[in-house]
């Protein structure tokens, strides 16, 4: 480690002779395999951006040259170069580094890109600001892992084509996100001869490329080359995700990340299925059972689990790349033209097709399911990737059914009633992580919209939970030893409302519990009901606040916001 421990900041690495460079990549790459093998993280991403990383601050004189990484988990080794070196073992744990770039952690950070396609904008932006500040400055993005294939980034190339901005877009062609891209883009990069150059030229930009991604001397000439030139302009960078680490470049989406698992993290519950696990089983039975059922998702087969469907019927799944939009909304055709479609999108990247929820959707009453995985808060990806607050945008939008399981046998009951609902969407809602173990009442009981199901009885209050987080009030319960009821609501859309008048009749104090928000959620749906029916009782909500939860342990999180069993009992001993 002679030359990475001397390199503080990318000052340190322009001081470097070019001769030393790839002795300083080799360093960096044995770095990043044994600090993220060991502590957990981003890992094949990482490593195939190793000569880019140092190439690019290099040439650039950052940070005043801004540089954009997207999707930033392909960003290790540029907080390794820029003063992060001794941290990086910290990474997405709680108080240590971001996962992704992060404008609070590093000036370096010029952009936070946590979702993915956001860089090219930014950066047009930054270099069109340049430009209107009299300064020559060029601004860099970034872009690889699929983020080409969504649409924000075409919007933002068609609009920097027309500009005279100085921006520099470097694509990090590696052929893949975490599972293999799809499209027809995909296909044109790989092209040979000047297809790319085409297109690109085009629509207004200077285009170089191909170009070895990993020969140090291609990649520094051709940056030299694109530094002189001014307006937008592209180089085409080709290069191998999970490079130098032999099992991840043959296992690409299997080595994506790895996890950092504390002794006896798992413990007793490591026998149980992931959400995503019962998800992907139950879809599959249903295309069994139904050959009109459909399966969707942008770009994320295999971590929701929709892979097992997609290797049985790999004609009834569609892989629409990076495109939460286009999903929703191709979504709706299929299911206008005859199929039930079952389309799976993370919580937060849902965020990014709310518009066409609205508008192809519920507007139209078009019967999708849609499936949001990763609700609530996710983990060590932190608050780009927290799914908290889908409960609150999409409860007041007409036409949507509402769900949120506690376990596995409901997220089941759910999709089987859900795929014979034909009168408009139905959104079902649940966490990453495993199922927790619950009482036969709560897993075998039928679901209808609107139905609720008693776990426990109790005179001194109720809990009204919505969600996973039932395992944790059962607990809270039996720790507090009050005499406290527990509902399981299951449905935030429709409530039932005969059912909250018998609670509202028995009880004066009410407690609701749900991962998410407490702004506009189930608490609040809760409190409007009740001022409407002028009930008199306390109301206590047990939810996120309003401020940006930081990135841990799910358990962690859990536990620091007092939505575990710990945090519950205690506001039920406080009542």
């Not at 399911?369 to 409960?391: I, K, S």
């Not at 034909?422 to 079902?428: A, D, L, M």
């Not at 609501?489 to 004066?508: A, G, V």
Request: glycine share 10%; proline share 5%.
């Amino acid at each position: 480690m002679d030359k990475l421990t001397h390199i503080n900041d990318p000052s340190d690495l322009r001081k470097l002779p070019e001769s030393e460079l790839p002795d300083l990549c080799r360093e960096l790459r044995e770095f990043l395999i044994r600090e993220i093998l060991g502590s957990g993280g981003h890992f094949s991403a990482n490593l195939g951006t190793v000569e880019l990383t140092v190439a690019l601050h290099y040439i650039f004189q950052t940070p005043e040259v801004p540089l954009i990484w997207d999707v930033g988990h392909q960003a290790y080794g540029h907080k390794v170069l820029t003063g992060r070196r001794d941290a990086l073992h910290g990474i997405r744990k709680s108080g240590g580094l971001s996962g992704f770039p992060k404008r609070e952690e590093s000036i370096y950070d010029s952009f936070g890109t946590g979702h993915s396609s956001t860089s090219i904008s930014a950066a047009l932006g930054m270099a069109s600001a340049f430009q209107l500040s009299g300064s020559d400055l060029p601004a860099i993005a970034v872009i690889g892992d699929g983020s080409l294939t969504a649409g924000m980034a075409w919007e933002a190339l068609n609009n920097a084509g027309t500009s005279k901005a100085n921006l520099i877009v470097v694509i990090n062609d590696n052929q893949i996100g975490i599972d293999m891209n799809n499209g027809a883009l995909h296909h044109y990069l790989g092209a040979l001869g000047t297809e790319p150059e085409r297109i690109f030229g085009a629509m207004g930009f200077q285009y170089s490329g191909p170009v070895d991604g990993h020969s140090l001397p291609d990649l520094l000439n051709a940056l030299r080359a694109i530094k002189l030139g001014k307006g937008p302009r592209i180089l085409h960078v080709r290069t191998v995700k999970g490079k130098g680490y032999k099992p991840a470049e043959e296992e690409q989406t299997k080595w994506h990340a790895v996890k950092y698992v504390k002794v006896g993290e798992e413990g007793e519950r490591s026998s149980l299925p992931k959400f995503q696990q019962v998800f992907g089983d139950t879809l599959l039975e249903l295309a069994r059972r139904n050959e009109r059922i459909i399966g969707v998702t942008p770009a994320m087969p295999s971590g929701c689990s929709m892979d097992r469907m997609m290797q049985e019927f790999p004609e009834r799944v569609f892989d629409v790349g990076i495109a939460e939009q286009h999903a929703v909304t191709f979504s709706a055709g299929m299911a206008l033209g005859g199929y039930r479609v079952f389309c799976n999108v993370y919580s937060s990247f849902f965020q990014r097709a709310y518009d066409q929820y609205i508008h192809d959707v519920c507007l139209q009453s078009v019967p999708v399911v849609f499936c949001l995985d990763r609700a609530g808060v996710v983990g060590e990806d932190g608050p780009t990737h927290h799914g908290m607050y889908d409960l609150a945008f999409l409860r007041p939008i007409p036409n949507t059914l509402l769900a949120a399981p506690s376990g596995a046998g409901q997220l089941s009951s759910l999709m089987e009633w859900a795929a014979e609902y034909e009168e408009g969407p139905v959104v079902i809602r649940y966490p990453r992580g495993r199922v927790a173990a619950l009482p036969d009442i709560v897993e075998q009981t039928p679901i209808e919209p609107g139905g609720a199901i008693q776990v426990l009885q109790g005179d001194a209050a109720v809990i009204l939970n919505l969600g996973a987080l039932l395992h944790e009030c059962m607990e809270a319960i039996r720790v507090s030893e009050r005499s406290v009821a527990l509902w399981d609501m299951i449905w935030l859309k429709p409530l039932n409302f005969t059912l909250l008048d018998s609670i509202f009749d028995r009880y004066n104090s009410i407690v609701c519990v749900e991962d998410g928000v407490v702004e506009g959620g189930f608490f609040s749906a809760i409190c409007e009901y009740a001022a409407v029916v002028g009930y008199e009782g306390r109301i206590q909500p047990i939810a996120f606040p309003d401020e940006i939860i930081p990135h841990a342990t799910r358990e962690e999180l859990l536990e620091m916001y007092g939505l575990n069993a710990g945090g519950i009992a205690s506001v039920l001993n406080a009542l």
